[in-house]
């Protein structure tokens, strides 16, 4: 059974640019999950998404946004990039219920 | 609040003997753990989860302890190999069928040949 797969893995922005990243879940999972890596914050939960509804949310700006779409796949989009937003975005698939979630390689930012 | 937390940001143990990585966790509501790890470049791998009903759970090579009454989680990884050498974050899991994991900020384990 093929991984998360995400979708672009290294992307380079500038400032008050936007960005969109996806993430692919596996089959058959129908909960997906973002969260963002920083050295300095660590892992932090950006939004759950569950048969296309967000389901929970992170202390995240409404410039991050996201979306799932009725295959699950899910897309996550950061508008008004700022320096700070430079992370690695990491997306986690997993069955309902709090069973363990399965990460993607993520997608490095960089917003220059 | 919430908050997930490490003893240690950093480990270094010798090939072949045991090693042990602590979290402390603030939420007494959490009733879901899991450990996982990172390794350069790749997203976290699942290693091992506990239930809150649960004090200890063995996988393969790893162990993982929890004691609800001081709210800590523990990693025990036997016999070390130079593969371990990772980042390992554990993570809570508030309530039943909430998605929303809360990570620790990780401990970097090296293993020294």
């Known amino acids: 059974k093929a991984g998360v797969t995400q979708t672009p893995r290294y992307l380079i922005k500038t400032r008050g640019q936007q960005v969109t990243l996806s993430c692919s879940p596996i089959s058959g999972h129908r909960s997906v999950s973002w969260y963002q890596q920083t050295p300095g914050q660590g892992l932090q939960f950006l939004f759950e998404y569950f048969s296309e509804t967000q389901r929970n949310k992170g202390n995240f700006p409404g410039r991050f946004s996201g979306r799932q779409f009725s295959n699950s796949r899910s897309e996550m989009n950061v508008s008004t990039l700022e320096l700070g937003d430079s992370a690695l975005y990491l997306c986690a698939s997993s069955q309902p219920g709090p069973d363990e979630q399965f990460f993607g390689p993520g997608t490095r930012l960089t917003v220059l | 609040g919430e908050s997930v937390g490490l003893h240690l940001p950093t480990l270094s143990v010798q090939e072949g003997d045991n090693s042990i990585i602590n979290c402390a966790y603030s939420n007494s509501a959490s009733d879901y753990f899991i450990w996982y790890k990172q390794e350069s470049g790749k997203g976290p791998q699942f290693i091992i989860d506990?239930?809150?009903?649960?004090d200890k759970r063995q996988g393969q090579r790893v162990t993982v302890l929890l004691n609800k009454t001081v709210k800590h989680l523990s990693l025990q990884i036997a016999a070390t190999q130079p593969g371990d050498s990772a980042v390992y974050f554990c993570a809570e899991n508030p309530r039943f069928g909430n998605e929303k994991l809360t990570f620790g900020t990780g401990t970097r384990l090296t293993i020294i040949p």
């Open positions: 506990i239930r809150s009903n649960m």
